[in-house]
């Protein structure tokens, strides 16, 4: 199994950044596409982005229109670790992000994935 914890997360003026990890324990990390997801009050869980499986750092990723181009998802093999960048920060981002995994076949579907973390707060002030 992966275990998944999330931290980086914080308050942050609009026009800010952030850098969200997402730390896994596991002998297979490198087999794993791994997605983040978020969640806002009142609202369901939403696609944010995606990252392949990769036996290194390169992999393909894929993100939501509304982060895309100010959003940017990688992953450290070495380090057991994924994260994202996010810059340009507005309001509207604010929620609580989730990092997950699945066995090397990724997608933006919520029920795709098998492994969850518990989340780590995003606030964006105004």
């Known amino acids: 199994q992966v275990q998944l914890v999330e931290s980086g997360g914080g308050l942050v003026q609009a026009g800010g950044s952030l850098r969200l990890s997402c730390a896994a324990s596991g002998r297979t990390f490198s087999s794993y596409a791994l997605g983040w997801f978020r969640q806002a009050p009142g609202k369901e869980r939403e696609f944010v982005a995606a990252i392949s499986w990769s036996l290194t750092d390169s992999a393909m990723t894929d993100y939501a229109d509304s982060v895309k181009g100010r959003f940017t998802i990688s992953r450290n093999n070495a380090k057991n670790t994924v994260y994202l960048q996010m810059n340009s920060l507005k309001p509207e981002d604010t929620a609580v992000y989730y990092c997950?995994?699945?066995?090397?076949?990724?997608?933006?579907?919520?029920?795709?994935?098998?492994?969850w973390g518990r989340g780590t707060q995003v606030t964006v002030s105004s």
């Open positions: 997950a995994a699945r066995f090397r076949k990724t997608g933006r579907s919520l029920q795709e994935y098998d492994y």
